[in-house]
Structure formats: C-alpha cells, structure tokens
C-alpha cells in the first residue's frame, strides 16, 4: 500500500526565512505528486502537482517542489516565508489506480 | 468556472442519530471523493464515487456510507451517530481518467459536532 510521510507536525520559521517541508512516499512507481494548503477553516487548496517531465515543479504564492526519484522525496520550499504562509500544509500522491494518499499534515507557524 | 460546494457547512447532531451531508461538484467533474478530518487522525479516506458508483472505499464502518447521482453530486450518510463521528467532512472533486494525473479540488466542508 501507498504510504506518505511528513517529516515534522510542526514547522516554526522566521519571516523572510526559507521554507522547507519535507515529504516522502512510498512507491515503486513514481506517482502523481500534490501540496497542498490548508487554511483555519477551509477546505484545502492545490499548491502545486507534480506529473511527469521536469523535476522543479513551481506552485502559487512562491511555492516549488523538486521530485527526487532516488530518494522517494517531494519537498515544499519558499525561499523566503510571509505571514500569510501559517497553516497547513499535506502532501498527497495519487496512483494509477485513482487513490488518493495524504500525509498528516505540518503546521507551519511564521514568527514576525 | 464554480468551485466545489458543500452544504450545510456546519451541523450539531445528537448520538444515535443519522446525518446526511451533500456536495456538489465542479461542473465537468464525474468523480467525488469523501475524506474525514479530525485533529488526532489527520484525513482519512471515506470513499470515492464515479458515474454514479463506489469506485474506492476507505477503511471505515458500515454506518458511513454514500452515492452519487447522475449529476454527479454526491451525498454521504452517517447513521447511529458516535461522539467519534465529529469531524470536519471534506468532499474534492477531480475530472476522470483512471491514471491520469487530475488533482482533486476540495469543498470547504461540513463541520459536524456530534454531542
């Protein structure tokens, strides 16, 4: 079975400090590859995805991901985090087959 | 194009009663999915519905169960309500293709307090 991990259920950073949320799954297939942001109170929102082609997936809000084959990683980054950045955020795969996997998801919290 | 919507969003139910959620999804989209969202179990997977059938099904007690019309809009049903059932219930939706590579788009939910 499919399984994702997020490193860390808590991220503190500075404001104007890189972000970084790690992700790994487990696949002997390389999936399809979501983040995604999640609000106080709100659904979640698609960040960036991952297909095929380049590994450097660029998202919204200055959000990218690098998809490492060789490490079954997906890693969210910013470089430089803002106040709106606290919340949420899961990392998800999808197979072939339609299922959907998340992670448990990183509070990310930015200290002014 | 309309995002994903749910109704009601919020709800206050007694245990041992029924509960029926609905959604709607974005036009074009045939597939919908159900997950649970709670602080201690993160989300959970209910199940996933396409043309009008159970296509996926999360590890969850009979009492949790679904459909789909023939507009695509779905509803979930929780009968024999527990305290446990309080949750936020997320409903995406995504367009079809087995294997393809559509992200889903999530509704904002439906907070359910069970007391």
């Known amino acids: 079975a499919q399984s994702v991990t997020q490193l860390g259920s808590h991220v503190s950073v500075s404001e104007g400090a890189l972000v970084l949320l790690r992700c790994n799954y487990s696949?002997?297939?390389?999936?399809?590859l979501f983040w995604y942001v999640q609000y106080p109170n709100q659904g979640l929102q698609l960040l960036l995805k991952y297909t095929t082609g380049a590994t450097l997936v660029k998202g919204i809000n200055g959000f990218e991901a690098e998809f490492k084959k060789s490490e079954t990683s997906f890693h969210l980054t910013k470089p430089s985090a803002h106040m709106s950045d606290a919340a949420e955020y899961f990392c998800?795969?999808?197979?072939?087959?339609?299922?959907?996997?998340f992670g448990t998801g990183t509070s990310l919290t930015v200290i002014p | 194009k309309a995002g994903v919507t749910q109704t009601p969003r919020y709800l206050i139910k007694t245990r041992g009663q029924q509960v029926t959620l609905s959604c709607s999804p974005i036009s074009g989209h045939r597939s919908v999915s159900w997950y649970q969202q709670t602080p201690g179990q993160g989300l959970q997977f209910l199940f996933e519905?396409?043309?009008?059938?159970?296509?996926n099904k999360g590890n969850f007690p009979g009492r949790f169960s679904g459909r789909q019309f023939s507009n695509s809009r779905s509803e979930m049903n929780v009968s024999t309500l527990e305290l446990g059932d309080s949750a936020l219930y997320l409903c995406?939706?995504?367009?079809?293709?087995?294997?393809?590579?559509?992200?889903?788009?999530f509704g904002p939910g439906t907070r359910l307090t069970v007391t």
């Open positions: 995406a939706s995504s367009m079809t293709g087995t294997g393809s590579s559509y992200e889903q788009y």
């Open positions: 696949s002997s297939v390389p999936p399809y």
């Open positions: 519905y396409f043309s009008e059938t159970q296509r």
């Open positions: 998800a795969v999808r197979t072939r087959r339609n299922q959907f996997y």
